[in-house]
């Protein structure tokens, strides 16, 4: 298998800036509201938590590229259980 490219391996990166810059966000919003900066930490925390798992998510259910499409052609389509009885029952 081939070595993913620089743009899949920094794709977590990108993932963990944008749920930043929303949490930062968030807690902008809430600062200059009620200018308590505890509250405006929680809600920083808790905007950067949910974005990065809505952001995730939305990761996983894109459609493979073409190159990630011959990738998953070449590999054996059965489920991950079973390939791992497969593994398994060759050692022994």
């Not at 930062?24 to 405006?40: C, K, S």
């Not at 925390?45 to 974005?51: C, E, L, M």
């Not at 070449?74 to 497969?86: K, T």
């Amino acid at each position: 298998m081939s070595k993913p490219s620089l743009r899949d391996r920094l794709r977590p990166l990108e993932l963990l800036v944008i749920s930043a810059v929303l949490g930062i966000f968030a807690g902008l919003v809430v600062l200059m509201a009620t200018r308590e900066v505890v509250l405006a930490l929680v809600f920083l925390g808790i905007a950067f938590i949910v974005s990065l798992v809505v952001l995730a998510m939305l990761a996983l259910t894109m459609a493979p590229t073409g190159d990630e499409r011959s990738d998953l052609a070449e590999q054996d389509q059965r489920s991950v259980l079973d390939r791992g009885d497969d593994e398994r029952n060759r050692g022994h």
